[in-house]
């Protein structure tokens, strides 16, 4: 699959010096970006689902012992 993204001259540069600087190529550094995202997405989602559905009660309550 090929995902295309314009980007300004100035944002190109950015990148283009990202990649350098991890010593990958302009591709893979952007691939490993784009994942890095869906990634860290996917993970918010999940907490903020478990957050709303602490919030409506609909959750197991669990007590904490503590052990000297």
Do not use: W
Not at 5 to 29: C, H, K, R, Y
Not at 37 to 48: E, F, P, Q, S, V
């Amino acid at each position: 699959m090929s995902i295309t993204i314009d980007l300004s001259p100035a944002d190109v540069e950015f990148v283009q010096a990202q990649a350098t600087a991890g010593n990958v190529s302009i591709e893979e550094f952007s691939r490993e970006a784009v994942m890095k995202a869906a990634r860290n997405a996917a993970y918010l989602a999940k907490l903020d689902r478990a957050f709303r559905q602490s919030m409506e009660g609909n959750c197991t309550p669990h007590e904490l012992i503590e052990a000297d």
